[in-house]
């Protein structure tokens, strides 16, 4: 049997106990781990073993998966396996990255955000296995967009019911820095629109989708469109809503749920650590 253990009474983020991911996990094991993902959004498993190969055969219980777009080339990748999105700071050859466009870019991940809300087909579950974890910062912070929702006024709710808003990849890295993209880079990730409220599937409950990626609402003027973004986010992220969570060897996997969360990474001495994180990305089922 496993244990789900809820962090505190907010329904949000949970430690899962006793998964032995040595063997192939049963169906029984399997719906537990969805029913914890359905109910609190983030579960946190310490110490999987898991390796690549195995990362994947479990993240494929959940869903398609998605590929990771080789943005940067074929021979800066550094994983054979297309499923794995690199999260860490290190490149091809396993050294401290330097390149400052590739460091521009991984500083995307600072800012809160849901991955692939830039695509037209969302994903709904990431699962971030680390390998190597520095010895201070570094942590993955995670906000409940349903209490997000629920904590907004009447107004507001109604207000943001309707809306649409535009995801752009590129938008969140011009925001970190990053340069403008090419065209080849446009081309690979377009904007793409989705719903700003959204009913999250697992709980039924109603829930705000959005992230850094989003640059503006559909059919609002550009500038009254990033405002509302903003406030909604800074709405989202008051402390009282956010976890953190601490990574502390490799082997820790973190499961979320996209539809009903945001996330960021924090800052660590990436210039002198070693962090090796690598993601599996599932797409939202179209049933
Ligand atoms: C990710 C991500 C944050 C981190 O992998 O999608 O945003 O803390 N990671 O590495
Ligand atoms: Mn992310």
């Known amino acids: 049997m496993?244990?789900?253990?809820?962090?505190?009474?907010?329904?949000?983020?949970?430690?899962?106990?006793?998964?032995?991911?040595?063997?192939?996990?049963?169906?029984q094991t399997l719906s537990a781990i969805v029913a914890a993902m359905d109910r609190?959004?983030?579960?946190?498993?310490?110490?999987?073993?898991?390796?690549?190969?195995?990362?994947?055969?479990?993240?494929?219980?959940?869903?398609?998966?998605?590929?990771?777009p080789r943005l940067f080339g074929k021979s800066v990748a550094r994983f054979a396996q297309p499923e794995l999105f690199d999260a860490?700071?290190?490149?091809a050859s396993g050294n401290i990255l330097k390149d400052e466009r590739r460091r521009a870019y991984n500083r995307g991940n600072a800012l809160w955000?849901?991955?692939?809300?830039?695509?037209?087909?969302?994903s709904s579950y990431s699962l971030l296995l680390a390998h190597q974890?520095?010895?201070?910062?570094g942590n993955t912070e995670f906000a409940d967009m349903r209490a997000a929702y629920r904590s907004l006024s009447a107004d507001l709710q109604h207000e943001c019911e309707p809306l649409i808003a535009e995801h752009w990849l590129w938008y969140s890295r011009l925001l970190a820095g990053y340069p403008e993209p090419t065209e080849e880079e446009?081309?690979?990730?377009?904007?793409?629109?989705?719903?700003?409220?959204?009913?999250?599937p697992g709980s039924r409950l109603k829930t705000l989708y959005l992230a850094s990626h989003a640059?503006?609402?559909?059919?609002?003027?550009?500038?009254?469109?990033?405002?509302?973004?903003?406030?909604?986010?800074?709405?989202?992220?008051?402390?009282?809503?956010?976890?953190?969570?601490?990574?502390?060897?490799?082997?820790?996997?973190?499961?979320?749920?996209?539809?009903?969360?945001m996330h960021r990474a924090t800052a660590f001495d990436d210039t002198v650590y070693r962090r090796d994180m690598r993601r599996t990305t599932v797409f939202e089922s179209r049933a």
């Open 113 to 122: 955000h849901t991955d692939s809300s830039f695509n037209p087909h969302r």
């Open 88 to 91: 860490g700071n290190l490149d």
């Open 2 to 27: 496993i244990a789900v253990v809820p962090w505190d009474d907010s329904c949000f983020v949970a430690d899962v106990e006793g998964v032995d991911f040595s063997r192939p996990i049963d169906p």
């Open 215 to 261: 640059s503006r609402i559909v059919d609002r003027p550009l500038e009254a469109g990033r405002r509302l973004l903003k406030d909604l986010i800074e709405h989202a992220t008051r402390p009282e809503l956010v976890r953190s969570v601490e990574w502390q060897q490799a082997g820790d996997l973190v499961i979320w749920d996209n539809r009903c969360t």
């Open 40 to 68: 609190y959004a983030v579960c946190v498993f310490r110490g999987t073993g898991l390796d690549d190969d195995a990362h994947i055969a479990f993240s494929r219980l959940l869903g398609d998966l998605e590929l990771a």
């Open 133 to 137: 974890v520095p010895p201070q910062g």
């Open 186 to 200: 446009r081309r690979a990730k377009p904007p793409e629109h989705h719903k700003l409220v959204q009913t999250h």
